[in-house]
């Protein structure tokens, strides 16, 4: 029986090389290209934007601008890690640049606040919002330096072993004993 058990271990892991040379770095050795392309991507909508926002005597320029700092936020880690074709992290990364960035732009667009009449309280949450997404968007960019090891590829485990050994799944054997199994997936960010 425990070679059964020890034989479908075995069967699932595939043995590693005995002696494999590192892999070469796919990324020059330069510049990090996806750091510099999603960090300009939302410095110069923030620029632009502040710029357009410092126009006080308009709320329209007001909200033109903040809607484009929130548009770069939005885009920069798609960018950066777009760039470096890690499609995974630009998607997890850039989608909640874009949900935070989305949620600013409308909360600003119904609560009005760039209007005169409005009152700070009612800014609040464009207040809250906009820095969240331009923080998760700094975070998103700066990830992208993490993007340059894609060699490993996901991977599928199948585990059998006796519940006696799992102290957590001991309650759930009957009295006699038993087996616990699960299947694992591991996948790099």
């Known amino acids: 029986m425990w070679a059964s058990?020890?034989?479908?271990?075995?069967?699932m892991e595939p043995p590693a090389?005995?002696?494999?040379?590192?892999?070469?770095?796919?990324?020059?050795?330069?510049?990090p290209v996806g750091l510099i392309a999603g960090a300009a991507t939302a410095i110069v909508p923030l620029i632009v934007g502040g710029a357009l926002m410092a126009e006080d005597q308009s709320p329209r320029?007001?909200?033109?601008?903040?809607?484009v700092m929130a548009s770069g936020f939005a885009l920069a880690p798609w960018v950066a890690h777009g760039v470096q074709g890690a499609w995974?992290?630009?998607?997890?990364?850039?989608?909640?640049s874009l949900a935070l960035s989305a949620a600013a732009v409308v909360e600003m667009e119904e609560s009005h606040a760039f209007?005169?009449?409005i009152?700070?309280?009612?800014?609040?949450?464009?207040?809250?919002?906009l820095p969240l997404a331009m923080g998760s968007s700094v975070l998103g960019v700066v990830?992208?330096?993490?993007?340059r090891d894609h060699a490993e590829p996901p991977r599928l485990s199948l585990w059998l072993a006796p519940?006696?050994?799992?102290?957590?799944?001991?309650?759930?054997?009957?009295?006699?004993?038993?087996?616990?199994?699960?299947?694992?997936w591991s996948t790099p960010l």
């Open 143 to 147: 990830m992208s330096l993490f993007d």
């Open 5 to 11: 058990i020890l034989a479908l271990v075995l069967a």
């Open 61 to 67: 320029l007001e909200a033109a601008g903040f809607i």
């Open 163 to 184: 519940a006696a050994w799992l102290a957590p799944a001991a309650w759930l054997a009957p009295a006699g004993g038993g087996f616990a199994t699960g299947i694992g």
């Open 119 to 129: 009152g700070n309280k009612q800014r609040i949450p464009t207040k809250i919002l």
């Open 17 to 31: 090389p005995a002696a494999e040379a590192p892999p070469d770095d796919p990324a020059p050795a330069g510049a």
């Open 88 to 96: 995974r992290r630009a998607a997890i990364y850039g989608g909640i």
């Open 115 to 117: 209007e005169r009449r």
